[in-house]
């Protein structure tokens, strides 16, 4: 009988450890549930991140893509220009010259034609002109 009345002493502190662990476990139990909820959150947040990063990607690829494109246009058309430019500058050097050879040639033939004029005007006159 003593026995059973150490037990029955024993029970409140038991129940008061069964509480204790009780709620323990509780507060375990809920500590996990929002843990999980906020890791569901992260992992959400997270996939929600890489799909953006994904998209940011992927439109980042194709302006460097289109501006490389645009790149490429704009030397071709440079070259193109400069063979242009070249072409314009060489047919600019010959006509130059052959403004001056023309030039030359007029100066000639404007200095032979006065030079005949003058020859005319001071020449003797001739049988056919003293006759008139």
């Known amino acids: 009988m003593a026995k059973a009345t150490l037990r029955l002493e024993a029970i409140p502190a038991l129940e008061k ?3 204790r662990l009780r709620n323990a476990i509780d507060a375990e139990r809920t500590a996990r549930t929002d843990a999980e909820r906020a890791a569901a959150t992260s992992d959400a947040k997270a996939a929600g991140l890489a799909d953006r990063l994904a998209d940011a990607h992927e439109r980042h690829r ?3 893509a289109s501006l490389e494109g645009q790149l490429q246009e704009q030397k071709r058309r440079s070259m193109n220009l400069e063979t242009e ?3 314009t500058r060489k047919e600019a050097r010959a006509l130059a010259t052959k403004l001056a050879e023309v030039t030359g040639e007029l100066e000639a033939s404007r200095a032979r034609s006065a030079h005949q004029r003058d020859a005319d005007v001071n020449a ?3 049988a056919a002109t003293r006759d008139s």
Request: zero cysteines; glycine letters at 0%.
């Open 85 to 87: 430019l070249s072409t």
């Open 124 to 126: 003797p006159p001739t």
């Open 62 to 64: 194709q302006a460097v």
């Open 17 to 19: 450890d069964i509480e």
